[in-house]
T-cell receptor
């Protein structure tokens, strides 16, 4: 397994501001992911954070709105920029050690609960 | 495109009852299927991983089965307790969508309430 921590655990922000969420893993992992979970919904993948290269964004998500850093194999940040109330969600970091394969298990952090006023 | 569905959307049972949660997926070309638990406002806890070559996995009171050919998985919870109350999510690692990227496709979740 992997132990994942996220900071902050929750925040209340004003419209138009930005928030950076940190994700720390207790061991080196190949792949890190950022998800968004809007109220009452399932998880939607925002992007895959690749160490040493640009993040890969899913359809509907852009780098200007959700810039991501991955400076090493145990840490990543997601910034939610120019926030609006529609950005109010739980943001989750997840990791997996390998690539592909039936044995690959994903583990999730505790989430960051963001409310935008 | 792979779609994952969970039925029922919500379930309420008395304490001590055995129960089954269902997960269906439309494309059988998967690497694995994971069951997660999510408490309100929290992250996901991995419960069980079933590889595509496996039929079932057990952990304590939990038993998950996988029938790839029919596109179904079930999560069986024995002797339910109020502490089992949470949302249960299944997710597949699709060979076409996630093969080289580890991207999971999530179901819609089942909200379980176990009444004391």
């Amino acid at each position: 397994s992997a132990v994942i921590s996220q900071k902050p655990s929750r925040d209340i922000c004003q419209r138009g501001t930005s928030l950076t969420i940190q994700c720390q893993v207790d061991s080196q992992v190949t792949m890190m992911f950022w998800y968004r979970q809007q109220p009452g919904q399932s998880l939607t993948l925002i992007a895959t954070a690749n160490q040493g290269s640009e993040a890969t964004y899913e359809s509907g998500f852009v780098i200007d709105k959700f810039p991501i850093s991955r400076p090493n194999l145990t840490f990543s940040t997601l910034t939610v920029s120019n926030m609006s109330p529609e950005d109010s969600s739980i943001y989750l970091c997840s990791v997996s050690r390998g690539v592909g394969g039936s044995y690959n298990e994903q583990f999730f952090g505790p989430g960051t609960r963001l409310t935008v006023l | 495109k792979q779609e994952v569905t969970q039925i029922p959307a919500a379930l309420s049972v008395p304490e001590g009852e055995n129960l089954v949660l269902n997960c269906s997926f439309t494309d059988s070309a998967i690497y694995n299927l994971q069951w997660f638990r999510q408490d309100p406002g929290k992250g996901l806890t991995s419960l069980l991983l079933i590889q595509s070559s496996q039929r079932e996995q057990t952990s304590g009171r939990l038993n998950a089965s996988l029938d790839k050919s029919s596109g179904r998985s079930t999560l069986y919870i024995a002797a339910s307790q109020p502490g089992d109350s949470a949302t249960y999510l299944c997710a597949v690692l699709d060979m076409n969508y996630g093969g080289a990227t580890n991207k999971l496709i999530f179901g819609t979740g089942t909200l379980l309430a176990v009444q004391p």
